[in-house]
């Protein structure tokens, strides 16, 4: 059965603190892997895709890695702005549908 | 580009009544995906839609659960009758191709529907 778990649930950073979250996932063939950012009382807004081991991408503060097990969130310098739950989901080849982990809260003090 | 349109915003229902949530996609895409979001947890997908057509329903309760996606565009999903357990953000999404999608498709939320059981 296709797996995600999301580390830590929550994190609290200084402004320009860097830090990294991770998803470790277990899926049959990995399709795709999906980094999501949801604000409070909104629905998650789309990050990046990642598709093989090795991929990097990168949005501003933000830099997502894959491996075989487990990707990662890299934040650095972050603002206040940056607070938010960061969502990781992956699509296996066994199923249509993503599978979305529990989330990271993250929380950016000035 | 207009993106996923949900209504209402908010719903505050009693116990055994029954509500009603509307999706509109973002346009030209062919797959629109109902979710169920519960405080501190992942979304989790109800049903998925291929156009007119349902993909996967495997995770919605038929027994009190119903969606339709008719003319291949807007959404309805429907519970009668409510029970406290429903209170849940639900999402919906859209994505251009869905499983005809080569690798993988990108999937556009909706701002989502906070449904609170009483």
């Known amino acids: 059965e296709d797996q995600v778990t999301q580390s830590p649930e929550a994190l609290r950073l200084q402004e320009g603190e860097s830090s990294s979250l991770n998803c470790s996932y277990t899926v049959s063939g990995l399709r795709g892997l999906f980094w999501y950012r949801q604000d409070p009382g909104k629905g998650p807004e789309f990050l990046f895709t990642?598709?093989?081991a090795g991929e990097e991408k990168e949005k501003e503060r933000l830099k997502a890695t894959l491996t075989k097990k487990e990707s990662f969130l890299h934040i650095t310098a972050p603002k206040p702005e940056d607070s938010a739950t960061y969502l990781c989901a992956v699509h296996s080849d066994s199923s249509y549908k993503l599978i979305f982990g529990s989330g990271t809260r993250l929380l950016v003090r000035p | 580009e207009a993106g996923v349109a949900q209504s209402p915003r908010y719903k505050i229902i009693e116990k055994r009544q029954s509500v009603a949530f509307w999706c509109n996609p973002i346009s030209g895409h062919a797959t629109l995906y109902w979710y169920q979001q519960i405080l501190g947890q992942g979304p989790k997908l109800l049903i998925q839609?291929?156009?007119?057509?349902?993909?996967?329903d495997s995770q919605l309760p038929k027994d009190r659960f119903s969606a339709e996606r008719l003319k291949g565009v807007d959404s309805t999903l429907k519970i009668q009758p409510a029970k406290l357990e429903d209170s849940a953000v639900y999402l919906c999404?859209?994505?251009?191709?869905?499983?005809?999608?080569?690798?993988?498709?990108?999937?556009?939320f909706g701002p989502g529907t906070r449904l609170t059981v009483l």
């Open positions: 990642l598709y093989s």
């Open positions: 999404a859209s994505s251009l191709e869905g499983r005809l999608a080569a690798t993988t498709d990108t999937q556009y």
């Open positions: 839609f291929q156009n007119n057509g349902v993909v996967d």
